[in-house]
Structures are given as C-alpha cells and as structure tokens.
C-alpha cells in the first residue's frame, strides 16, 4: 500500500470549491448571494488564469474567509480530504500567516497575532481520526514590507513544534526589485537553521540564480532544465529538490501543455536532481496528488520507475519525515506477513 507526501500545498489553495462554496451558504451571506449556483461557482473558481498574478488573485477570495474563527473548520476538512482521497501519511501546508490575522488591527498587532494563527494552525492539523504528519512552511510574502517578512523569519523560528521552514510567495517576477533584500532575508533564515524553500523559477520572469545558495528546496524551479540547464549540476550538487505541481502551470499559462514536462523530468533524472511531484493548490484546482501521478502517467511523461523516484524523493526531502524510509517498505513487510501468516494457517488454501 503506497502512502504519499505532498511538499507544496497552499492553505488558501487547499480548499475544494464543494467546501468553499457550502461554506460561503452557511456562513457568508454576500458571498453567497454572490455565487447562488455551485457549477457556475466552480467554473470561476477552477477556470485558467491568463498569468500567474492573476491566478494568485483568487488566493485572496478564501484568504479573506480564513480567519482565526474559521482555520479550524477548514483545516479539518482539509486533513480529512488528504487521508480519505489522497493517502496522505506527510503533509507540509504553506501560507502567509500575515494574510490570516485581522485587518483592522495595526501592523504591530498584526505580527503579533500571526503566533496566535501558527497555533490554531497547528493543532487544528492534528485530526486524531485521520492521523498524519503535518508541518508548516510560512511564506514571506513580495507584497509584504520587510519588517513584516522578517517577522515571520523570526516566528519559524520561535515555534519549530509547528513550523519546518520558511518560503517566498506572491508571484516570482515580483522578486526582482527588492532581490537583496530577499537574499538578506534567507540569509538570516539559514543562519538560524530554519530550513528554506522558494517559489522561483516558476515563470520565465522569475528566474534569480542568485537566490539559490540559499534553498534547501526550490519551489516549482521548471525553468532551470527548460531555460537555464547549465544551472543542474550546481542544483544537484546543492542536493536540491524542485517541488513539481503539474496543474498549476495550465491554470497560470505557464505551459500550454502538460508534455512539455517531459523534457523537465528528463533532464533533471540525467543531472541527478531529484523532483517531488505536488500539488500546490489541490482544491483551486480540484485535482489531488494521486491524479497529478496519473496524469502524468497516462500523458506518458513519466514512467512507473520515474514516479516511484519521485514518490521516494517527497520523503526524503520533506523537511520533518521523522524515518528514514517512506511509509511504503513499512507497511509492504506487515502486510506481507499477515497474507503469508493467513495462509499457512488455512488448509483450504493449502489444497
Ligand atoms: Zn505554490
């Protein structure tokens, strides 16, 4: 029995326009009288996005109904979607906990109830009925001021009980004008030893070598085999994985076809960088990891042998995994010898 780990899933992404929308008739009027009917709701909600900004857009729709009342019903929903659906035994969820906290509070206010938000967070993550581990990445944010940013640096820090690293968010191409001070931050990330992942290389606008020294993993990243190739073998030596979310790049007019992620895969196995495929944003786009997989599959951009690799390569890379090996070599030795001992022991199977 194969039991997965998806490294790069958004909260605000997380949510499946089903539970959004019956949220938004429970509890939000004007969202409601906004959205009346659920298949034109899901057909604006799930609909290709011309950019990637303006597919980031639709994050502020459900950021604006996460609050702290609320994080605990969606994030329970989320656990048990991920268990049920998507045999999920790891999961590391990413958002800016600065887009949680209150808007009428003062900035200063603000920051100090991102804590209160990695809390809630955190416990409403541990479902006992539907157990997995789950961790959090928190995202700097380029829309965000540095102070801010670097507040949710020092709060990774401060509650590694719940938090396994820190992240950039809010479109790659907006990097560029404040780079150094984003180097300055993931410097001062690493030298507290909080581990680092980054949402680069996504688009042809932002690609910045110069970041790179300092990620532990790299978010999305297609453009290095695709434009920059000459750059796999530093990444391979870096020991850097790039987190793959196939849909997203339709949804954002990245790609206009999955196939142009063969030449992808292809590079990155030949220089021996390693891929963990995810989903990103699994309820946006209605699509959860073990069809990412199968798409994948059946479009023939990567074989069983490919898959497994990157299946292993999710754990390996996940930034807390407590085991050495993935759930997988696990179960496959016990229910092995349950079926063994079940069967010796029946004579009618001996016949
Ligand atoms: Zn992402």
Redesign the pocket.
């Known amino acids: 029995m194969a039991l997965y780990a998806d490294l790069?899933?958004?909260l605000g992404?997380s949510v499946v326009p089903r539970i959004l929308w019956r949220y938004f008739q429970r509890h939000d009027e004007q969202l409601a009288q906004r959205f009346p009917d659920y298949y034109k709701f899901e057909e604006f909600y799930t609909r290709e996005r011309s950019s990637l900004d303006e597919y980031l857009e639709l994050h502020t729709l459900v950021e604006s109904v996460q609050t702290v009342k609320t994080l605990p019903y969606f994030i329970y929903r989320l656990i048990r979607g991920a268990y049920i659906f998507e045999n999920l035994a790891y999961l590391e969820l990413?958002y800016t906990p600065y887009y949680r906290t209150a808007h009428d509070l003062s900035q200063h206010e603000r920051i100090e109830q991102m804590g209160t938000i990695v809390e809630i967070v955190g416990k409403a993550s541990q479902v006992k009925e539907y157990p997995m581990i789950t961790s959090q990445i928190l995202c700097m944010h380029t829309r965000l001021p540095y102070e801010v940013n670097k507040a949710i640096v020092d709060l990774a820090a401060s509650r590694r009980d719940y938090v396994c690293a820190v992240?950039i968010?809010g479109g790659d191409s907006h990097v560029r004008e404040r780079l150094d001070e984003f180097i300055r931050l993931y410097q001062y990330a690493r030298s507290l030893g909080i581990k680092t992942t980054g949402?680069l290389f996504?688009t042809v606008n932002g690609c910045y070598p110069e970041l790179l020294p300092y990620l532990m993993r790299i978010?999305?990243g297609i453009q290095i085999p695709l434009k920059y190739p000459e750059l796999l073998k530093e990444v391979a030596q870096l020991n850097q994985c790039l987190?793959i979310?196939p849909t997203?790049y339709l949804k954002t007019g990245t790609l206009e076809d999955l196939s142009e992620l063969k030449i992808v895969f292809e590079r990155c196995f030949e220089a021996g960088v390693d891929i963990a495929i995810c989903t990103?944003?699994a309820g946006l786009h209605n699509v959860r990891l073990p069809f990412e997989y199968e798409n994948l599959l059946t479009q023939n951009i990567i074989d069983f042998a490919q898959l497994e690799a990157c299946q292993d390569a999710a754990f390996r890379h996940a930034f807390a995994w407590p085991y050495q090996q993935r759930p997988a070599s696990l179960l496959t030795g016990l229910l092995q010898e349950t079926y063994l001992d079940d069967h010796s022991s029946k004579p009618l199977l001996t016949l």
């Open positions: 790069h899933r958004h992404g990413r992240d968010a949402h996504e978010g999305h987190e979310c997203t990103d944003n």
